[in-house]
């Protein structure tokens, strides 16, 4: 096991200084910041006051290693256009979106799993081709589109919930929704598929010759098998809730990191796009990291590898 | 633990009456199992015996109530120590399992769950079925492992089942399946999986738990080698039909049934078998067995097929020795025919 562990943390390390280097290279590559910094109608002098300002002027590897010194101290430079520390205004924000996240992963778990370990049981009955319909259904239709409908129908014709803003939990019910809608189809149709497998495994049948109810031997000896796959998945599936929830969160009019780095990017405030990039992409390792260590955890033949 | 209650030794461990195991499949109806007889006693073995599809295992299955959904299943009679289990309920039948009756499978590889520890999966069963407390399930589980051969059995209970070989997980299994002092344990080929010199070893092993444990032992198997090291008595099956039956002496030394005789051709005897000659093989295949059957099901296959075989039912003649068998010749007919050509039977 510490091997593993520290196997893992060395690739966890190695993505995350990759992820960095591109994270920093893009935003220079993108065209030339300075001149962008500068303004539109900026003077070849003034552009390279500006480089010179804010040390666009020196060597890219320098450029990197003094960003990487002071993002590990916490200092992820500052708002170009509110001037306020990037590190602040992500704090400030990432607690709405992780909230979001949780909330999304947490629904679509719920009711995935049980309808997938109900599904793979009575596979090919009717139960089963309602689980995949629903499945269908979720991962087929745009989340945008969703989201507006969830809105007319919940919150102007019945009222029944607000439709923007997060001051209360009944505001978080709608994007929820809409977010574990999305998410909830890909994890039903793992556990089903990984549980039609464990069914059929000797594993099983010996669990049942031993006289175990049909409890124990499908969530002792069933679930914990099938649901492997689902734990990585759930992993990336809430980065992805996390990074990539920035339309839903523009609907609700969530204040969100999604949110946040929409308008930094329309307003080019390059130090806010670049922090969030990263953060995000750091938050990502760290899940995969965590869902290996919950697998190694589930099934002890994880360790060896 | 020790010291069973005293049961009634004239009556059967396991009595198996007219068991008949029908399976729907997308082409028909599949007849698995039809018709068959057999009982155990307690420290007695019987090996069915046949080759793949025969019905060998539906039958162990039917016995230990594990049939697959789309297999159902009717018998004149099915008793477990007297106790029937044809009109208990799931949950009842549950109870027994695992309890009074054990399965042993083929594949130690994957038969054990591969996430939960030796002690975890050997303490279950004990605890399940209101043995004990988790203690005593311990204590139990590191006194089988023992009995099986294992060392340092304590220390195995917290290791994993890919931490073992597979002649150690085969014995684990047997030992799993001894928690409870089952009165019958069923072996489904319980040494294929394993390396030839492991075989021997899983055998003994058995033979001395039988002898120990005085418990009634079915041993499925296709391996007559096996059958001859183990056997007290023999059921032959072939399609579904057991076709021969008897002490494990008359079925060796005397078979009557063609398909039984062709199966010892197939295998070499040490001394007796010319190094380098051919071995025989039974030539064609077995039949698909969807929808109703008619006469010897082995007709397309035997020698000594005749008129009579092509209809009706063929009983299973019983003389007074219990030796029984499925076939229209007489055991007059049946000899001489040995005698005239003991190899030609079913060569080529």
């Known amino acids: 096991m510490g091997y593993f562990l520290l196997r893992r943390l060395a690739i966890s390390l190695l993505v995350a200084i990759t992820v960095s280097v591109i994270g920093f290279s893009l935003l220079r590559l993108s065209g030339n910041l300075a001149e962008s910094l500068a303004g539109e109608d900026a003077s070849p002098a003034q552009i390279a006051e500006t480089a010179k300002a804010y040390g666009l002027d020196r060597p890219f590897h320098i450029q990197y290693f003094d960003w990487v010194t002071k993002a590990l101290q916490g200092d992820l430079g500052q708002s170009l256009f509110t001037k306020e520390p990037v590190i602040e205004l992500i704090t400030d924000r990432i607690g709405t979106t992780i909230q979001v996240a949780c909330y999304s992963l947490l629904l679509s778990l719920i009711i995935a799993l049980p309808l997938g370990v109900l599904a793979a049981m009575k596979q090919n009955t009717w139960i089963d081709r309602s689980a995949l319909s629903i499945a269908v259904f979720g991962q087929a239709i745009p989340n945008f589109w969703f989201a507006l409908i969830l809105i007319w129908v919940f919150g102007v014709l019945l009222r029944w919930t607000p439709i923007s803003g997060t001051d209360t939990w009944r505001h978080f019910i709608l994007p929820t929704i809409t977010l574990s809608t999305f998410a909830m189809p890909q994890f039903m149709r793992l556990t089903r598929t990984g549980m039609l497998d464990v069914l059929e495994s000797d594993y099983i049948r010996t669990a049942r010759a031993k006289g175990l109810s049909p409890a124990v031997v499908l969530w002792k000896h069933g679930l914990r098998n099938a649901i492997l796959p689902v734990v990585s998945l759930a992993a990336v599936a809430f980065g992805f809730l996390l990074g990539g929830s920035f339309i839903v969160e523009s609907i609700f009019a969530l204040n969100g990191i999604g949110y946040l780095a929409l308008e930094s990017i329309q307003r080019q405030d390059f130090p806010v796009v670049q922090s969030i990039v990263v953060f995000i992409s750091v938050v990502y390792i760290g899940l995969t990291l965590l869902s290996d260590l919950i697998n190694a955890q589930l099934d002890p033949r994880i360790r060896l590898h | ?348």
């Open chain 2, 1 to 348: 633990m020790e010291g069973n209650t005293p049961k009634n030794t004239s009556d059967h461990v396991l009595d198996v009456r007219n068991l008949n195991v029908r399976i729907k499949v997308p082409a028909g109806t599949l007849h698995a199992v039809t018709d068959v007889d057999f009982h155990v006693d307690r420290g007695e073995t019987l090996c069915i015996v046949g080759e793949s599809g025969c019905g060998k295992s539906i039958t162990s299955l039917a016995v230990m109530g594990l049939l697959p959904r789309s297999a159902t299943m009717t018998a004149d009679k099915l008793t477990l120590e007297g106790r029937d289990l044809l009109s208990v309920t799931d949950r009842q039948f549950a109870d027994l399992r695992g309890d009074r009756i054990g399965m042993i499978f083929q594949d130690p590889m994957t038969s054990l769950n591969p996430v939960y520890t030796i002690g975890n999966q050997m303490e279950e069963v004990y605890i399940r079925h209101g043995k004990g407390g988790r203690k005593e399930a311990r204590e139990r589980a590191i006194y089988l492992l023992e009995k099986v051969g294992i060392t340092a059995a304590a220390s195995r209970l917290g290791q994993y089942p890919h931490q073992l070989s597979g002649g150690l997980r085969q014995r684990v299994m047997i030992a799993m399946t001894l928690m409870c002092d089952p009165a019958l344990v069923i072996a489904d080929e319980p040494t294929t999986a394993l390396d030839v010199t492991i075989q021997a070893q899983i055998l003994n092993l058995l033979k001395e738990l039988q002898d120990e444990f005085h418990m009634g032992l079915i041993f499925i198997t296709h391996d007559l080698g096996v059958v001859a090291r183990i056997a007290d008595r023999v059921a032959v099956m072939y399609a579904g039909l057991v076709v021969e039956t008897g002490n494990a002496e008359q079925v060796f030394s005397a078979p009557m049934h063609p398909y039984t005789q062709g199966l010892l051709e197939c295998i070499p005897i040490p001394g007796k078998t010319v190094r380098g000659s051919q071995l025989g093989s039974i030539p064609g295949i077995v039949p698909a067995l969807i929808g109703e059957q008619e006469g010897c099901l082995f007709r397309n296959r035997c020698s000594y097929a005749r008129e009579a075989c092509t209809d009706g039912e063929i009983d299973l003649e019983t003389g007074g020795d219990q030796h029984g068998y499925r076939c229209v010749l007489t055991p007059e007919e049946t000899v001489n025919h040995i005698k005239k050509a003991p190899n030609a039977a079913v060569a080529e």
